[in-house]
């Protein structure tokens, strides 16, 4: 039997999968660059917005799949932010909003007539490995946070040097959730480290994050080509 990984260990195993991380697509870079023009940004927006939207049923799939009373309450905390505690707040919202600075109505970003099926399966698949897989193994996959916040402190940055006719309120998405990723990220860190005890388990773990990077570079490539057309 394969001894476990030390703590240090297994999460230099998690860490090391930053290299497949969405924040070095082709896309990204161009939108960095500023070369993205008003229609790739709009598709970008408008698919994108299909990822946000299911966000909070990922996560109450995590938390069906709980029996740990403190991690539920913990977790019930993230559709909160996703959803709101009300309407017109909330994460959501905020990707709405930026959708309209960039010129979509919000009707066509909610009927969701602009997202392309490769967007749409790859966010689907993620969903449901939320909801068939053992409960740790959905939070480990969503340990791209720890990849997030640089990315998203410097998407605030370029975006504003290079696209002029958007404004720092546009992008409060980024600006509120940078904050929040920090914590919510050392929180998923904490208790994958903690729960994956066996080889396995922490092998099991490394596979579930390469599987959501996976599904991020697909939805971005996806958007690329859509974008490009």
């Known amino acids: 039997m394969t001894e476990p990984l030390a703590r240090e260990e297994f999460l230099a195993a998690l860490r090391a999968l930053s290299s497949r991380y969405w924040g070095s697509h082709p896309f990204h870079v161009r939108m960095h660059a500023g070369t993205l023009t008003p229609a790739e940004l709009r598709t970008w ?10 966000l909070p049923r990922k996560d109450a799939a995590i938390i069906s799949n709980c029996p740990v009373p403190e991690v539920r309450r913990l977790w019930l905390e993230r559709i909160v932010y996703h959803d709101g505690a009300g309407d017109n707040e909330g994460g959501r919202e905020d990707w709405l909003r930026l959708c309209e600075a960039l010129g979509l109505y919000r009707a066509e970003v909610l009927d969701e007539r602009h997202v392309v099926p490769a967007v749409r399966f790859a966010v689907d698949a993620y969903v449901t490995f939320a909801r068939t897989q053992p409960w740790v193994m959905a939070v480990a996959s969503g340990l791209t946070e720890m990849f997030a916040g640089h990315l998203m402190r ?48 922490q092998d099991a773990a490394v596979a579930a994050l390469a599987f959501k990077c996976d599904v991020l570079w697909s939805m971005l490539s996806a958007i690329d080509a859509a974008g490009a057309r």
Not at 45 to 54: E, F, H, L, M, P
Not at 180 to 198: I, N, P, S, Y
């Open 45 to 54: 927006a408008a698919n994108r917005w299909y990822y946000q939207s299911v």
């Open 154 to 201: 410097r998407r605030i940055t370029d975006v504003l040097a290079h696209y002029e006719w958007i404004s720092p309120d546009d992008l409060a998405y980024f600006t509120t959730r940078v904050e929040a990723v920090a914590g919510e990220g050392k929180q998923a860190v904490d208790l994958v480290l903690a729960h994956c005890r066996t080889r396995a388990e």
